[in-house]
């Protein structure tokens, strides 16, 4: 059974930086993509940035040349730095693994962010 745990959200002020990180059992690189998800009370869960294979990335407009998604060379570990938030970008953050040919989805617990001032 394929684990994710994330860390690093948290209260931050409009304008800051976050750095989410989310470890996974086994090398990422066996999956489709990884990424973030996020919902927001009320709302769906929607994508914010994944990362393929490949190393094709692919981000929400409303995180665009904001967000950035990457993955570390001992291919275990997935990030998603956050630079100038905003409270719209309050959500719980989930990451994410898409595997094989049936595109099941795995899921980690999800971390709070909170923007505010």
């Known amino acids: 059974q394929v684990q994710l745990v994330e860390s690093g959200g948290g209260l931050v002020q409009p304008g800051g930086s976050l750095r989410l990180s989310c470890t996974v059992s086994?090398?990422?690189?066996?999956?489709?993509?990884v990424g973030w998800y996020r919902q927001a009370p009320g709302k769906e869960r929607d994508l914010v940035a994944i990362?393929?294979?490949?190393?094709?990335?692919n981000y929400a407009d409303s995180v665009k040349g904001r967000f950035t998604v990457s993955r570390d060379n001992a291919g275990n570990t997935v990030y998603l730095q956050m630079n100038s938030l905003k409270p719209e970008d309050t959500a719980v953050y989930y990451c994410?693994?898409?595997?094989?040919?049936?595109?099941?989805?795995?899921w980690g617990q999800g971390t709070q962010v909170t923007v505010s001032s």
């Open positions: 086994g090398s990422i690189f066996n999956f489709n993509h």
């Open positions: 994410n693994c898409n595997e094989g040919r049936w595109r099941i989805n795995y």
């Open positions: 990362i393929t294979k490949g190393g094709t990335t």
